[in-house]
């Protein structure tokens, strides 16, 4: 009689908690919009967070250090004429966000150091192309200064952002509303999911389709899909009975998943986070008060469930830290932060582990914050791989001049109108400068004060 088996893997016991909740975001009025996206972004400066805006759209963006109750003054990212639908943070400078609205336009934001003292209205670019609402925002994972936006008027662009044009116009190929888009490991590769019911795998430059698969799941609700490992494809989406599911395809052969599993009844679309380094991927619902994870490997039935973090109150949105940002002397593999109606939450998901030295096992090398390739060579053709980092001895922030050096690129290049933002700028930081001043004068007369009542 053969005895079953148990599969060995590291992340068997991987287990979620969510920090004390002094270490939360409270009081900042998460936005109500019933849109389809995280509505938060992360890095290892900032967590940036769409909020409800009467008259236009905002998002609030806050350093990691900034916990406990947030001040109803605390300025915002307010440029906006409509909602904000969607956020991301740039992969290669923790300063630059970008955001996309109802008002049809996508902007691109430079956050100070230490987060904003003054809401910031006026945008480093601004890039005017779609017609309708941007819902999808996100950044090349290589290519330095190259977004990838798609609007509700069907249409996927591809931006020079360092030039502020539209370089690439997928506009003929989606004949319905785009559920995601998403690049893959190098950025060679766009993958998009559509209500027409079709995946689309593209050749970004060309605008082309390289694969296509019809009804990736029966149900006439959200799909959503990701790249995971070796280019196969994770989806998630419904069943005509309305269950959710997750399957695995391998778009060299479209015709079969290779795994499809039915999950459970829930209305939510379940947005995933792959992690290339572990290989876990994590389903995160919207309106869920749970987190499920799986272990995507090679062998059948290639996505294993793991495990489950479950809390009380629901999600309106999810933020995913990259990994340069965690804590690996905790043995830490990924961070989420949960939005709640009036606050944010991280949660932290451990391997169970006890030595405390740096376990190799679990931090391969991963991708760090540099970029291989500028945007006109990767418009021209030019692939770049990831340029990986060693989490060894924690992760150490790129230096000020880099940064300087890409807001200056950006500047340069951009339309004429950008020489009046710059002297804006040059007002924010002569601002920045007197209070600082003023703090360090309040100090030393508090100093003084002090002295003189112990005397």
């Not at 998002?59 to 605390?74: A, E």
């Not at 090679?298 to 973090?309: F, K, N, R």
């Not at 391997?351 to 405390?356: T, Y």
């Amino acid at each position: 009689m053969s005895r079953k088996v148990v599969r060995t893997s590291k992340f068997r016991h991987v287990f979620g908690q969510a920090v004390k909740a002094d270490q939360c975001y409270d009081d900042i009025r998460i936005s109500q919009m019933t849109w389809d996206s995280n509505f938060c972004s992360v890095n290892p400066k900032f967590v940036a967070m769409i909020v409800d805006a009467s008259g236009g759209g905002a998002f609030i963006v806050l350093p990691l250090s900034k916990t406990g109750r947030i001040d109803m003054s605390q300025p915002t990212v307010c440029g906006h004429t409509g909602p904000v639908l969607d956020i991301e943070f740039c992969p290669h400078n923790d300063n630059i966000i970008a955001s996309g609205s109802e008002d049809c336009s996508v902007m691109i934001w430079e956050i100070p150091e230490g987060g904003l003292i003054t809401p910031l209205k006026d945008p480093v670019v601004k890039l005017d192309g779609h017609s309708k609402r941007v819902g999808i925002l996100s950044w090349h994972p290589t290519a330095h200064n190259v977004l990838m936006s798609a609007g509700c008027d069907n249409v996927v662009i591809l931006w020079n952002v360092a030039r502020g044009e539209a370089v690439v116009r997928i506009d003929s190929v989606h004949t319905d509303l785009i559920y995601s888009a998403s690049w893959n490991r190098n950025g060679s590769q766009i993958l998009t999911a559509c209500k027409d019911k079709k995946l689309r795998v593209f050749d970004p430059r060309k605008g082309s389709v390289i694969y296509e698969k019809d009804k990736p799941h029966e149900g006439s609700r959200p799909i959503r899909a990701v790249f995971v490992s070796d280019g196969k494809i994770l989806t998630t989406g419904f069943s005509r009975m309305s269950e959710r599911q997750v399957a695995l395809w391998d778009p060299k052969n479209f015709g079969e998943p290779l795994t499809l599993q039915e999950l459970d009844t829930s209305s939510g679309v379940l947005l995933p986070f792959f992690d290339p380094d572990t290989g876990v991927v994590y389903l995160c619902g919207k309106g869920d008060s749970s987190i499920r994870y799986f272990e995507v490997t090679d062998e059948a039935p290639y996505v294993h469930y793991l495990s489950m973090y479950s809390s009380k109150e629901s999600q309106k949105g999810m933020g995913y830290m990259p990994k340069r940002g965690l804590e690996v002397n905790k043995c830490e593999i990924a961070r989420f932060y949960k939005l709640h109606e009036r606050k944010c939450e991280p949660i932290v998901m451990t391997v169970p582990r006890k030595s405390d030295l740096f376990q190799e096992d679990l931090y391969p090398d991963t991708i760090g914050p540099e970029p291989s390739v500028e945007a006109d060579d990767w418009f021209a053709g030019k692939d770049g791989e990831p340029i990986l980092i060693s989490l060894k001895d924690g992760f150490v922030a790129t230096t000020k001049n880099k940064e300087f050096k890409v807001i200056k690129s950006l500047m340069a290049t951009t339309s004429a109108s950008s020489s009046n933002r710059q002297s804006d700028s040059g007002d924010v930081q002569a601002l920045q400068n007197e209070v600082k001043e003023l703090r360090e004068m309040v100090e030393q007369l508090t100093k003084r004060v002090s002295e003189l009542e112990s005397k």
